[in-house]
Structures are given as C-alpha cells and as structure tokens.
C-alpha cells in the first residue's frame, strides 16, 4: 500500500520549499529567491502522530524558466496533484492575490475536493485579516501560516492527520540500501532513476543542470525497499555561477555521505576530467563503496573495449581503483538492473566482520613477506595486532609501538595485502594505525578465531 501523498502547490515564490522544509523538519529542498528553482518533485516521508506520508514539493506553476524547462516542470505538478490525498495550494500574503494564483485554481479545479487554500507568509498578526481577497479563488477561507517562524505548522499538521487517518496509512519499510548517483552535468543521472523508477520521476533534458536538488526516489526490486538520491550535476569550482548551483553540488556531497553506495556516472562520449577526478575524492574521503557506471556506452561502442577503459580509469581515478566498472545505457535501460545488483553486492560487503584471529593470520604473513624496516636513523616500528572495530566501511586498526615510524609506502603495503585476503575486494578500508606499548602485545596467531 503506497504512502498518502502531500503535495505542496503554488506559483513561484510563495514559499513552497520553505514550507516543505518546516513541515518536514529538514532542509531538504533548496531555497532560493531565485524563481524556478525547484523543478522536480521533491519527496520525503513524515509522520505525524505515527501516521505516515509521503510529503511533496512541486515547482512553481506558471514559471518562466530560463532554460525553458517549464513545460517539464508543469508535467511533474500534474503527477503530484494527480497523486496526492491532499493539495496545499499555497499563496503569498504579502503580495496578494495575483493572476498566477487564479492560473493555478483553475488548473487545481478539478481535484477542489481535495485542495485546501494556504496562505503563506503571515508573519505579523495584521496580515491574516488581509487574506480575505483569496476567497476569490473558490477554496474558501485561507489558513494562515509562516514558514519562516513556524506559524500555522501545528494546524497544517492536524489537516494533514485527518487526510491520513481517512484514506489509511502504514509504517513505511526501512529501505534495504541506499544510492547515491553523482557525477557531472549531464551525465544521464535522472535517466538512470527513471528506469529504476519505471516512471518520468524526474526532469531529463539535454539542458545541463536540469536537476537542482538531491531527490530521493524508493523503488522496489526482488522484494526490497531501495533508495535512489539523485543528485545535481556538478560543474568546475571556477563555473559555478550563483548560490543555486554551490547548494546544489552541497547536497551531492551530503548525499555521498548518506549513501551506502555510491554510483559516479561517467559521461563515455567525454574524457574523464577535473569534476569526476573531485567527484572521486570526496567518495573516497568518505570511504564509500563505489560503482563506477560508464554510462553511454552505446554511443562508445567501437571506439573502446571494455578492458581498455577500464584501465583508462585506473590511471584517471586511482583513488577510487577498487571500485568495479559498469557499463551502461540509461536512456535504452541497458545494464540498468545489473548495476544495481552490483551495487547490493558492495553494500553486503561492506557489512562483513572479520575476527581477530584470521586478521592477525594475514598481519603475520604481511610481515614474513616484508617487514617494516629502520629509515634515517630510526629504529623499524614494531607490530602488535591488528583487529576490526568496525563496518561500514570495514575498519581495522594495527596496533604498533610507534606510529610515526611507519612510513606511507608500508602502509599501502599492508592495506594492499588485506585487500588481497579479506572479503573486501571492491570496497574501500580504513586501516587506522594506534600506538600501543610492547607490554600489551600478545600471540596474535592465539587471539579469537
């Protein structure tokens, strides 16, 4: 049974996001003077009294949008409005009614059973009685609230509890994973989430950065609950134009950290260059398990195999090498599934513990191939133990007398060498390096099996 629907609507700038943001306690939807800014539709689930919905914020109706995307943006306030138990028509009390406004009324007309009006903005008490001029819109008496203090929250709550009492709802299911798509502008990020989705959830246009905001969008595959985060396509630091687009690459980066698993699509008809190199950084700063998807792939074919390409990644994004390669086609739907079933294999990975003794095992054998050895004068550092403290990523730390005598080559070397033995082939590990005097070293080949 699908969540109830909540779908906030109104022309630009009557404080759609803003309101979103309040009712949902997050800033999850970019706000911005700026008109047009949300163009998708933006979800989050919410509760209310353990009464579950979904809530939506749609772009402004009406809008004049500089790359004349608004038809697309009409077209996701349509599967919102069709959508939703319940419709927020929002408008601005400051302004007053406009001609936008009676546009958007006669286009909600139809759905009147299930549109209640909203008058934003009423941060002082003299504004509510300047409301009355809405009643002109045929939705009755407008209820007054404040988005940016809060005002009328407790009430738009109680009318979004009795929709959802009356049309039911349950416990949403956690989901199983998480992905985030990044990559550059595009890229063929919302394509992507379309076929996962099996519906237009988000706007895709040849026009780079159509999307603005991270989107998250739940699907199901073989009986789980997943959750794809698209994001917005990132530019050069020396290209980002406005305060829109630097929120924008923000919330790719935090949609990085919230993820499970990250997919950095690479555009196959373009050289890899100075975004998907920073794009690498930051997953591999956060530690992320990682697919690499060479989207595309249909237009490359012939003018570079599979191996090749692999390869020409390794070289551009060695940070990031222990990520596997996929290789797709978004807009035919090619590979798609495959990818995600990939991506599963990663989160599973990353969840695995190992003991301590196995750890040790592999610590002992690293040192009988290559022991660390006296640099400049200094005496060789000594290895206790090494043990797991942690998953997600899988993160082990050696035990050593002295830290800062062990150099970065012998660090590679024995990460390299977990990365050959352990069930972490494809994910990234931490191996934090702790001081630990001698008198605490013990049998590592007799610690827990």
């Known amino acids: 049974m699908p969540l109830p629907v909540i779908a906030i609507v109104g022309r630009p700038n009557v404080g759609k996001s803003s309101l979103f943001n309040t009712l949902a306690r997050t800033r999850m939807s970019i706000v911005d003077p700026t008109p047009g800014v949300t163009r998708d539709r933006v979800s989050t689930i919410c509760d209310v009294d353990d009464l579950y919905f979904e809530l939506v914020d749609t772009g402004g109706h009406g809008i004049v949008d500089r790359d004349d995307l608004g038809e697309h943006v009409e077209r996701q306030i349509r599967y919102a409005v069709e959508q939703a138990a319940l419709i927020l028509f929002l408008v601005d009390a400051r302004e ?51 988005a940016a203090n809060g005002t009328g929250r407790r009430e738009l709550l109680e009318l979004i509890k009795e929709t959802v009492s009356r049309v039911g709802s349950q416990v949403p299911a956690d989901p199983a994973m998480k992905i985030a798509l990044v990559g550059k502008r595009n890229a063929g990020k919302s394509t992507f989430i379309n076929a996962l989705a099996g519906e237009e959830r988000v706007i895709v246009s040849e026009i780079p950065g159509t999307t603005r905001d991270s989107i998250d969008v739940r699907f199901e595959k073989d009986g789980r609950v997943l959750v794809a985060i698209d994001t917005a396509g990132v530019r050069k630091k020396s290209k980002i134009a406005d305060d829109v687009e630097f929120y924008a690459y923000s919330r790719a980066t935090q949609s990085i950290h919230r993820a499970d698993v990250v997919l950095l ?42 191996d090749d390409y692999g390869e020409y990644l390794d070289k551009m994004l060695p940070e990031i090498d222990y990520a596997p390669v996929a290789f797709t086609s978004a807009i035919a739907g090619r590979n798609i599934d495959a990818t995600i079933d990939l991506a599963a294999g990663l989160s599973k990975q990353s969840r695995i513990r190992v003991g301590t003794g196995p750890l040790n095992q592999m610590l002992q054998e690293a040192l009988a191939v290559h022991a660390p050895r006296a640099r400049r004068g200094r005496r060789a550092p000594k290895l206790f133990y090494a043990t797991q403290i942690a998953t997600e990523p899988p993160t082990i730390v050696v035990f050593v007398n002295a830290p800062d005598l062990v150099t970065e080559d012998y660090r590679r070397f024995v990460l390299n060498r977990f990365r050959e033995r352990l069930p972490y082939g494809e994910i990234p590990i931490r191996l934090l390096w702790r001081a630990r005097r001698a008198r605490a070293s013990f049998d590592a080949t007799r610690a827990e099996h």
Not at 117 to 131: F, Q, R, W, Y
Not at 269 to 290: N, S
């Open 96 to 146: 007053g009614l406009t001609p936008l406004d009676r546009s958007t009324a006669d286009m909600l007309k139809r759905h009147s059973d299930r549109v209640r009006l909203v008058a934003n903005k009423v941060d002082e008490p003299h504004l509510a009685a300047g409301t009355g001029e809405f009643l002109k819109l045929g939705y009755g008496e407008p209820l007054p609230v404040s």
């Open 265 to 306: 699509l690479i555009d196959s008809t373009e050289p890899v260059g100075q975004v998907d190199k920073r794009l690498a950084k930051v997953i591999a700063d956060e530690a992320k398990p990682c697919v690499i998807v060479v989207n595309k792939w249909d237009q490359a074919i012939g003018r570079a195999g599979s």
